[in-house]
């Protein structure tokens, strides 16, 4: 079965610390990659996402992923995290299967950025 | 960008009585939208999957008949809950995918639904 691991539940870092988020899947074909986030109170949004080509992805508000297709990972980085950082992350996994596609969450991961 | 609403974004309801949510793509025409629940510090857990015009494709331990999906228009999908149960309390999660190529979804902001 499909499945998606993000390694760190809560982090928590200072402002202009590096981040690094992991992300890892279970999935033998081709997939589709994202990173959304959800900041307090509001609805899920699209970070970045990679489909195909260059497998390392710039997304918005300064965040870039790298696709390691060896080792089935899309972590998710930024180089200095501002306060305004603070939200959940979610790792997405978009497998295409036979009878169409399915998007697989992570469980989450909580960053707070103390300012 | 593209914005997906619901509707209502709480609501409270007796034990046994039905609710109905509402997803609406705003400004694209959606021919795929998705039901999710989360748990409180879960992740998005996939209900069912609906297509504009068919009937809804439910993940396995899902039960159809409880979880009612209508996906009447290009724009517009709604799950009914019915007989609700405090079990059934959680949030629930739209999100729609425009047609063409993109496999991007666009999310709703969720309804609280809490069954006493």
């Known amino acids: 079965a499909q499945s998606v691991s993000q390694h760190n539940h809560h982090v928590i870092l200072s402002e202009a610390a590096s981040l690094e988020l992991g992300c890892n899947y279970s999935y033998g074909g081709t997939v589709n990659l994202f990173w959304y986030v959800q900041y307090p109170g509001q609805h899920l949004q699209l970070l970045l996402k990679y489909f195909s080509g260059d497998p390392l992805v710039k997304g918005i508000k300064g965040f870039e992923a790298e696709f390691i297709k060896s080792k089935f990972s899309f972590n998710l980085r930024k180089p200095s995290v501002q306060w305004s950082d603070t939200a959940e992350y979610f790792c997405a996994v978009n497998a295409h299967n036979t009878g169409g596609f399915k998007t697989i969450f992570g469980a989450g991961t909580r960053l707070f950025v103390k300012a | 960008g593209a914005v997906v609403s619901q509707h209502p974004s709480r609501v409270i309801c007796k034990s046994g009585t039905s609710v109905k949510i509402e997803c609406r793509s705003l400004?694209?025409?959606?021919?795929?939208m998705f039901w999710y629940r989360q748990f409180p510090k879960q992740s998005l857990m996939l209900m069912a999957t609906s297509n504009e015009g068919s009937k809804a494709t439910y993940e396995q331990g899902v039960e159809k008949d409880k979880f009612l999906i209508n996906h009447a228009s290009l724009t517009l999908s709604t799950l009914t809950v019915t007989s609700a149960h405090p079990e059934d309390s959680s949030f629930y999660i739209c999100?729609?995918?425009?047609?063409?190529?993109?496999?991007?979804?666009?999310f709703g902001p969720g309804t609280r639904l809490t069954v006493l």
């Open positions: 999100s729609a995918k425009a047609s063409g190529v993109s496999d991007t979804q666009y």
């Open positions: 400004d694209f025409q959606a021919t795929t």
